[in-house]
Nanobody, 129 residues
């Protein structure tokens, strides 16, 4: 299984970028794909995730109302549309996949990186202020 993240770049504050995560090599269905990010000197944090079948999205509070996650099931691709970018959004963004549906008490639990087994290589987003 491979995840290929792309779409990062340099953008001014207030600008937009769209990240893509293409998944290939699956031998079975998967449950969800998520986006995480890691800023220099900081821990990796969950940004958003989306379920494959229902397409239900969930966002971290820090990106809610600015980022939109979506998926194209036929293309095995998940997108992260990022608007009104801020300097604090600067980070390497990773996508990750979870195969099995978990038992969770809250959707926020899927922003825990330990829930995911396969990761892409990351794409750098730099927001200049």
């Amino acid at each position: 299984v491979q995840l290929q993240a792309s779409g990062g770049g340099l953008v001014q504050a207030g600008g937009s970028l769209r990240l893509s995560c293409i998944a290939s090599g699956f031998t079975s269905d998967y449950y969800a794909i998520a986006w995480f990010r890691q800023a220099p000197g900081q821990e990796r944090e969950g940004v958003s995730w989306i379920s494959r079948r229902a397409g239900v999205p969930y966002y971290a509070d820090s990106v809610k109302d600015r980022f939109t996650i979506s998926r194209d099931v036929a293309k095995n691709t998940v997108y992260l549309e990022m608007n009104n970018l801020k300097a604090e959004d600067t980070a390497v963004y990773y996508c990750a996949v979870r195969y099995n549906r978990p038992i969770l008490s809250a959707m926020s639990g899927m922003l825990d990186e330990t829930m995911y087994s396969n990761w892409g290589q990351g794409t750098l987003v730099t927001v200049s202020s």
